[in-house]
């Protein structure tokens, strides 16, 4: 059984009674299934990080679009539906509406992710690590739309920084601008996915989720229209080591040089997997499933300050 948003959107009961009644939940999306990680892992985790909201007593809404609508809180039967299309398709904002009018089915990236949750009502959502400014953006002119959903949508972010692939610098200088809090849990450093460090500040350096939660809070009190970035880095223990990690990441750069567009993405995180032997994959699974409990933890407790 599901509540409808004017038709165009499908909110399981489950979730939308827990909605209603101000309980804890915590958005995931699905471009994760599809494009992050290999079958069957993407299937695999996306179950994972559900178990991991749930043990850490919030409600989990992944949130991907089939036959034409957005389902807030899809079935396992639906995600391994996605993750065995032929060609998925990883919407954006920018092909969002297009694919819900012709009826089709793909999944979510953390743009169009943090749409749906802030439509329902959904103010905590978790992801690997945010999209930003490409490396060769002043050639390329290539900016992720999460900095642009970020400066839209009133949604806590939980993530391990922005992918290792971007151009970190000018990704932390561009959410300052678009006025998008970077808060650290327990780090003042701004995490770079793959490692806990990139050099680079955060604005706020939180010691706990009670502190986080304060903050996100009187961002939302005060009437702040933006999201929020909850910067959490990676656990010590299944960060990639430097040497591998910087090999790999040089040589996959290289690679993609002279691409552009939305396939960029998915391929660099294919090719890392690849030149460390699995190991950036097991990497971005813990990092994932820290960055679910965390964000239940943080649901969790904004429901008690309401």
Request: net charge neutral; glycine share 10%; with cysteine.
């Amino acid at each position: 059984m599901t509540a409808s948003l004017s038709g165009l959107f499908r909110v399981s009961t489950d979730i939308a009674a827990a909605i209603a009644v101000g309980k804890p939940v915590v958005a995931l999306e699905t471009t994760l299934v599809t494009h992050g990680l290999p079958q069957p892992d993407g299937v695999r985790v996306a179950a994972a990080l559900e178990d991991a909201v749930r043990a850490h007593g919030a409600v989990p809404a992944t949130i991907g679009i089939l036959d034409g609508t957005v389902r807030v809180g899809i079935t396992r039967a639906e995600l391994e539906r996605l993750a065995s299309a032929p060609k998925p398709v990883k919407v954006n904002l920018g092909n969002f509406a297009a694919e819900v009018a012709v009826g089709g089915c793909g999944s979510t990236t953390v743009a169009a992710t943090m749409f749906a949750a802030w439509k329902a009502g959904i103010r905590v959502f978790a992801t690997g690590g945010i999209g930003g400014v490409h490396r060769g953006v002043t050639e390329t002119g290539d900016v992720s739309a999460d900095l642009t959903a970020l400066a839209r949508y009133s949604v806590a972010v939980v993530c391990a920084g922005a992918k290792a692939i971007l151009d970190l610098p000018r990704t932390v200088e561009m959410l300052e601008t678009l006025g998008v809090p970077i808060l650290g849990v327990g780090t003042a450093e701004f995490p770079a996915f793959y490692r806990r460090e990139s050099g680079l500040r955060v604005d706020r350096h939180c010691e706990s989720i009670a502190d986080v939660a304060r903050a996100v809070r009187t961002h939302f009190d005060l009437g702040f229209t933006s999201g929020l970035v909850v910067a959490n880095p990676v656990p010590e223990a299944e960060a990639l080591a430097k040497d591998l990690h910087d090999s790999a990441l040089g040589t996959a750069l290289f690679e993609v040089a002279d691409m552009t567009g939305r396939g960029v993405t998915p391929y660099l995180l294919d090719r890392m997997r690849v030149l460390t032997g699995g190991a950036s994959v097991k990497t971005n699974e813990a990092l994932l499933v820290n960055n679910a409990r965390v964000a239940a933890d943080l649901a969790v407790a904004l429901a008690s300050q309401a």
